[in-house]
Nanobody
């Protein structure tokens, strides 16, 4: 089992940037892929980005491609989500999750509690 704790959320103006962090503990960090997902008010949780075990392969939702960058530091057991050129529609609770390298929410085995990102127009 993996314990995940997100941080870095907050209020930012449109066009601004934030970097989210997710610290993991439990199982050896380099043995599982990591993903970021988000849930906006009144909407279903959706995929944002995923990164492979050693960071060599990444994938993004079309809505964030070119603006968000996922990365990981296995020595620190931490995954990051750098978010640039934020838009009001990026407002959501952002969750990190551990599991296979996939965009499918149902396949992720462990989840953090989330961090709120609010983008004002």
């Amino acid at each position: 089992q993996v314990q995940l704790v997100e941080s870095g959320g907050g209020l930012v103006q449109a066009g601004g940037s934030l970097r989210l962090s997710c610290a993991a503990s439990g199982r050896t960090f380099s043995t599982y892929a990591m993903g970021w997902f988000r849930q906006a008010p009144g909407k279903e949780r959706e995929f944002v980005a995923t990164i492979s075990l050693h960071g060599g392969i990444t994938s993004y939702a079309d809505s964030v491609k070119g603006r968000f960058t996922i990365s990981r530091d296995n020595a620190k057991s931490t995954v990051y989500l750098q978010m640039n050129n934020l838009k009001p529609e990026d407002t959501a609770v952002y969750y990190c999750a551990a599991g296979p390298w996939t965009s499918q929410i149902a396949r992720m085995s462990d989840w953090g509690k989330g961090t709120l990102v609010t983008v004002s127009s």
